[in-house]
């Protein structure tokens, strides 16, 4: 895991939404051709996502429903939209994952204060 008091603050997460998307997208390419050569440092690695996902699950903070809506609209890089009738409880379950997630990364210094 990187120190993250070696980090500037722009070089965190924004918010937990963000943090998901960057952990699905780099997950995506971590054994493709395409590999993100970004400057930015990251206050974490992948395995510390998936590490805290899996904690945040085993302790019951996160349901298996709540999660297939992260991959699910994770893959499609969007969260779901509330008022889209098809869409309002995954917006729900999706709006109470990402609570619990911030809540979690925040306290690892993942996320800006």
């Known amino acids: 895991m990187l120190n993250t008091q070696e980090l500037n603050q722009s070089d965190k997460f924004q918010n937990a939404e963000q943090l998901?998307?960057?952990?699905?997208?780099?997950?995506?390419?971590?054994?493709?051709?395409?590999?993100?050569?970004?400057?930015?440092?990251?206050?974490?690695?992948?395995?510390?996502?998936?590490?805290?996902i899996t904690k945040l699950y085993l302790s019951g903070k996160l349901s298996e429903e709540q999660l297939n809506v992260m991959k699910k609209f994770g893959d499609k890089r969007r969260a779901p939209h509330q008022y889209i009738y098809s869409e309002n409880k995954s917006a729900a379950l999706w709006q109470s994952a990402m609570e619990t997630l911030e809540k979690y990364a925040r306290a690892k210094g993942w996320i800006i204060d």
């Open 20 to 52: 998901w998307f960057w952990f699905l997208y780099s997950k995506s390419i971590q054994n493709g051709f395409n590999h993100n050569h970004s400057s930015i440092k990251r206050p974490c690695e992948l395995l510390d996502v998936e590490t805290l």
